[in-house]
Structure formats: structure tokens, C-alpha cells
């Protein structure tokens, strides 16, 4: 089926299986006030992390293909798993089709980026879902830009549920926030800097701080990924051409917009408009 895509400027797109982009969103109004977003939440259909290959590489290009529609150049999949999982395979096989004009940025490579200037012991711990973990692609992308860098994953499959049922500062989310940090480091002593690799893990961060030792990094996403979204946009001006500028973010989800209202608010401790999309139209 032919897309008919708007050619002229739009928002920026900013893409994730539920609420845990809105941490990345956040950011990118921080640094970048004057252009306008858009903000798709999949939260019907979430959660990716435990999802195959394919089912994520298809509700995701589903979800891009429908902001390019809603008139985006620029989407960012602001989603670890979508990151991994489906990312490449948009930019290779759909892009072309779609718009190669069109670009499509993840999560992760901005956030590895950074690693080289900060871990001193080159041992690294990734936190992340089992999703993320199991691609293997924060490996991989270490060690494209940083070969002498060991990295270890560590699943964290209770921590984006606690998130999203508000319960990641009550007291029951000690145990788990303590069991995946304490799996992590017993794999590797020498671990020096963790990643989040989950956009819903800064909320967790006052309790991760709490049972990672100070001696230790902890690198949140957000502003790393925002900064790289500022830095794309000064390096490709024709894209920036391609972008709106009037401090405006619409926010869209496949799920019920009270809920979605209600819990966004948890994230950007502010008041959100959002409407219902549904992706399999």
C-alpha cells in the first residue's frame, strides 16, 4: 500500500511503546523549546520488551509510518527495545520506499557515545529489558566505537511495571530495584559506569542510587539523547528546514487518553491534551 506523505514542514516525532519516551521528550523541550513535537505512545500494545524480533519491527514501523503521515521528516524512536529491534531494519528496508528524505534516529547510539569518556576501568553494565538485553545491541555498539570496552546486560523485567503502575517510589520497589543491581555487579566487579537502557528507569533513579555504590556512573538517557537530537539538527540544516518551530507537542495514544493523561503526568508533572490513534487502521 502507497503512502501519501505531506511534503511540507512538520513536528518532530517522538516514538515509544508507552510513557517511558515522555523522559526523552521532556529533555528535547528542555533543550530544543522552539521546535514543535509529536508524541505517539503505543500503550495498547505495550510492552515491547518481551516481544519478538518481528512483532516490535512491525508495530514500529506501523507507529512511523503514521507520524510521517501526520507530517514528521523526523522520528525519533525513543524506545530501547524499538531501538534495537527495529530501528536498522526501518532505515534499510522501508526508508527507501517510504521517503528517503525521511529519517528515522534510536536511543542507543546517542547513549553509547558518551561511554568511552567516562568509564576509566572499561568495564560497563547495562540495565535494560529482557528485550534490549537479549539484541545485544548496546554490545554491539560499544563496541563498534569503543573494541577494548567489556560490556555486561542485565534484565530488569520488574522494574518498567512498577514504573507504569506508579509504584516505583513505594516502598515494594526496594526488593527489585536491589536485585537487579546486585545480579549486575556479581557478574562484574569492575563495572564503573551503568547505562539505563530504559527510558522508564530515571523515575526509578532516587532508588537505584540508593544501592549503587557512589564509586559508580550512572548514565540517564535523556539529555545525552536530546543533545545528540540538537547537535543532527545544527549538522543537517535541510532537515532542521524540514521542522516546524512553534513551541507546540501533540500527544497521541493507542490506548484510552484519560489513562494516558493521568500517568503521563507522573513523567512530565504537567497537565497533557491527548487523543486516541489507532495504529491498524
Sequence with gaps: MKHILPSQPGPIGVFDSGYGGLTILSKFKEILPQNDFIYLGDNARTPYGTRSFEIVY???????????????????????????KALRSIQINNLPQLDPNRRVLG????????????????????????????????????????????????????????????????????????????????????????????????????????Y????????????????????????????????THGGTCTYFTTEAEEKFADSASAFLNEPIQVSHLDLND
Design 107 to 210: 536511543v542507543i547510539r546517542p547513549t553509547v557515545e558518551c561511554i568511552g569518556s567516562i568509564t576509566q576501568s572499561k568495564h560497563v553494565g547495562i540495565l535494560a529489558t529482557s528485550g534490549t538485553i537479549k539484541s545485544e545491541s548496546y554490545i554491539m555498539e560499544v563496541h563498534k566505537l569503543f573494541p577494548e570496552i567489556k560490556v555486561t546486560g542485565q534484565a530488569c523485567p520488574m522494574w518498567v511495571p512498577l514504573v507504569e503502575y506508579n509504584e516505583a517510589q513505594a516502598p515494594g520497589a526496594d526488593y527489585f530495584v536491589k536485585k537487579y543491581i546486585d545480579e549486575l555487579l556479581a557478574k562484574d566487579n569492575r563495572i564503573d559506569t551503568i547505562i539505563l537502557g530504559c527510558t522508564h528507569y530515571p523515575l526509578l533513579l532516587p532508588k537505584i542510587k540508593q
Design 212 to 243: 549503587v555504590p557512589e564509586s559508580i556512573h550512572i548514565v540517564s538517557q535523556g539529555e545525552l539523547v536530546a543533545n545528540s537530537l540538537l547537535d543532527y539538527l545544527k549538522r543537517h540544516p535541510e532537515m532542521n528546514e524540514r521542522c
Design 58 to 84: 512491525e508495530f514500529t514501523l506501523q507507529a512511523v509510518t503514521r507520524l510521517f503521515e501526520l507530517g514528521c521528516h523526523l522520528v525519533i524512536l525513543a524506545c530501547n527495545t524499538a531501538s534495537a
